[in-house]
């Protein structure tokens, strides 16, 4: 509360501010100096250099003329402004106007700007100079602030940037020009998506085929037998820069004219599934309609697939082979075609081999492989416990005791497996458990959630070597795993920002081993900073209890792990095997596996009538190639 003191004061100010405020002038004693009247650099007498900026967003022959139309009225326009100097017309023709990217005319005339050679920019409309409301408002400032200032005139909108009163009605036009891009995107968005369900696919200009008149892709009689010697040398062992060089010396033309090939080229005709007669739309989209950068299609957007669209070049079959082909040789393993075995008894029932240069299979493969082997109520089968235990004489019943899970003890001697950064690496634990047997087979039971690692032969295809001679001690040594790791970690539900470490439990005879992991089982480490700070865990994309920190990662457990020692005594035994019941004839650790078809067995085209079509598109240079008169590689049926 304010005293009677404090008050008086306020109050004794107040008038005091009063009295100045009510003295009068001596008019004598007061002179007003006006300010300079402000220069109107559209219109006056003053010289300027004036530059036009046109643009079209399209280049078909309807804009065309629009764009004709802008440049002849405006040198007409700049004509009849006397102390006008045209400097140039700038135009961008088929650019849209919502990002400054491949707008070349435009940005050679903001450099001319820069350098002094233009005093004032005329444009028909703010849509017209920009899109995008950033880049609009920025560079109407940018040219502003120049040395020489540089004036816009938006004709359309009446607009001059240099007016004082200018910014709030260009910011408005400015968005206005941006959200109707962005309305025009939707509409071609919708558009599109009902020309598909319609059943009319985008089917633009592609090597092997001409267009008729309803625009439905027809065989081109000169240009299929160049897409059928692609695919006919790939699969018989060439590799795409080989073919390329063929075609260069024969003086094959490409869809657009040129007849020099380079391996990109091969590979983007061996990808297009139209040679085949289907159609996949939707392959790339534009997420940002401002800069119009294309991505790759991995499932953000709706696709549709159309079979048998038009007659095919090469069958499905070839292209589907191909396809096997072309994704493993990133691998290194070009020259056969990748095959899943299951094993269908034993202890490694259900199981599927890995090849780790294999990439063509998708999880569902490994996850049907795998259910053929198991029946259906094995298949829904819940990891609960028995609701009745039988003992025989002597046994001793373990309900309410629990196995100790790993985590409890010394890590570096644990047996385990870590999966990181498209690599796996098993610990030292598990490599001399093996002994001299570095060369293993990996394998996923999906259904049952388990990983297992195996001793294989040297020349097995999907022997990787797991370990080192260092010192006269086999060491651990990383598996490279860009073909496959992400696959398994699809199957597994697993985060791809985080690295999994699982503890196993070996299974041995004189002559086999094989480590046996539970999915189920894994620890996680999580970066540090996922957990602390503005970052909670939920941001760690599931639920975790840190268990200990060590550098910059925290081991973590699943959240169910909290309150318990381990896992139940039986829950436990239906996890792995009981080696007890079964005989070393059951084990069958080293079974190969039957072969499991995915999808209907490819009848690819046989080596015979590949040699005999490439011997003849080639000629004269097919004669003097080697692989005319020879096989090279092998592709077994898959």
Not at 19 to 36: C, Q
Not at 215 to 234: Q, R, S
Not at 573 to 601: A, H, N
Request: glycine share 6%.
């Amino acid at each position: 509360m304010i005293d009677k003191s404090t008050r008086k004061q306020l109050a004794e100010r107040k008038e005091r501010v009063r009295r100045r405020i009510n003295t009068k002038v001596d008019p004598e004693n007061y002179e007003f100096i006006p300010a300079k009247k402000p220069i109107d650099y559209y219109d006056n007498d003053i010289r300027q250099r004036v530059a036009v900026y046109a643009r079209v967003s399209t280049d078909n022959v309807q804009q065309t003329s629009s764009y004709e139309l802008q440049k002849k009225y405006y040198e007409d326009f700049v004509v009849h402004h006397p102390n006008w100097t045209l400097v140039k017309i700038y135009a961008d023709e088929g650019i849209s106007g919502t990002s400054l990217a491949h707008r070349d005319e435009f940005n050679s005339m903001i450099a001319d700007c820069r350098s002094g050679k233009i005093d004032m920019i005329i444009t028909k409309s703010v849509s017209r100079f920009a899109r995008n409301v950033v880049d609009c408002i920025s560079m109407v400032r940018m040219l502003a602030e120049l040395p020489s200032p540089v004036g816009v005139f938006f004709e359309s909108e009446c607009i001059f940037s240099l007016k004082d009163d200018s910014q709030m009605a260009l910011s408005f036009q400015a968005t206005m020009a941006q959200e109707e891009s962005h309305i025009r995107s939707r509409s071609m968005e919708t558009s599109l998506r009902m020309r598909l369900d319609g059943g009319l696919p985008l089917t633009p200009k592609l090597l092997g085929y001409s267009h008729d008149a309803d625009g439905n892709l027809v065989v081109n009689p000169d240009e299929a037998p160049t897409v059928k010697l692609i695919f006919y040398m790939y699969l018989y062992g060439y590799s795409t820069s080989d073919i390329a060089a063929a075609l260069t010396e024969l003086g094959r033309k490409t869809y657009l004219g040129n007849v020099k090939w380079t391996s990109n080229s091969i590979v983007q005709v061996l990808r297009n599934e139209r040679h085949c007669g289907d159609v996949l739309t939707r392959k790339t989209f534009t997420p940002n309609y401002l800069n119009h950068k294309a991505r790759k299609n991995r499932g953000d957007r709706p696709q549709s697939l159309y079979r048998n669209h038009h007659e095919g070049i090469v069958s499905r079959d070839d292209f589907i082979a191909v396809q096997h082909l072309l994704n493993n040789s990133k691998y290194g393993n070009r020259s056969i075609l990748p095959e899943l075995r299951v094993i269908d008894s034993g202890l490694l029932r259900g199981f599927v081999t890995i090849n780790p240069r294999w990439a063509g299979f998708k999880p569902a493969d490994y996850y049907q492989a795998s259910a053929s082997i198991h029946p259906p109520d094995e298949q829904q089968a819940d990891a609960s416990l028995p609701s009745s235990i039988t003992l025989v004489p002597g046994d001793f019943d373990m309900r309410g005791f629990e196995i100790a899970r790993s985590e409890f003890f010394d890590n570096y001697h644990r047996p385990y497996v870590l999966f990181q950064d498209k690599r796996i690496k098993f610990s030292t634990t598990c490599v001399r458990s093996f002994g001299k047997d570095n060369h293993v087979e990996l394998l996923v039971n999906p259904v049952e959630m388990k990983f297992a690692v195996r001793t294989a032969a040297k020349s097995s295809r999907n022997a990787v070597v797991f370990s080192k001679l260092s010192d006269g001690k086999y060491q651990p040594r990383d598996i490279a795993g860009a073909a496959y790791v992400e696959t398994l970690f699809q199957l597994f539900g697993w985060s791809p920002d985080l690295k999994y470490r699982i503890a196993g439990a070996l299974f041995q005879t004189e002559t086999e081993s094989a480590y046996i992991f539970d999915v189920n089982d894994a620890e996680a480490f999580i970066k540090s900073y996922l957990l602390s700070g503005s970052k909670s865990t939920e941001q760690a994309k599931e639920p975790v209890q840190p268990l200990s920190v060590s550098g910059k990662r925290v081991r973590a457990v699943p959240e169910e792990w909290i309150g318990s020692f381990g896992k139940q005594y039986y829950l436990h035994q239906q996890s792995f095997p009981p080696v007890c019941d079964q005989s070393e004839e059951d084990w069958k650790i080293r079974m190969e596996g039957q072969l499991y078809e995915t999808g209907q067995k490819l009848r690819v085209t046989g080596f015979d009538v590949l040699r005999d079509y490439i011997c003849q598109e080639l000629g004269q240079y097919g004669r003097r190639n080697p692989k005319c008169s020879k096989k090279v590689g092998k592709i077994p049926a898959v």
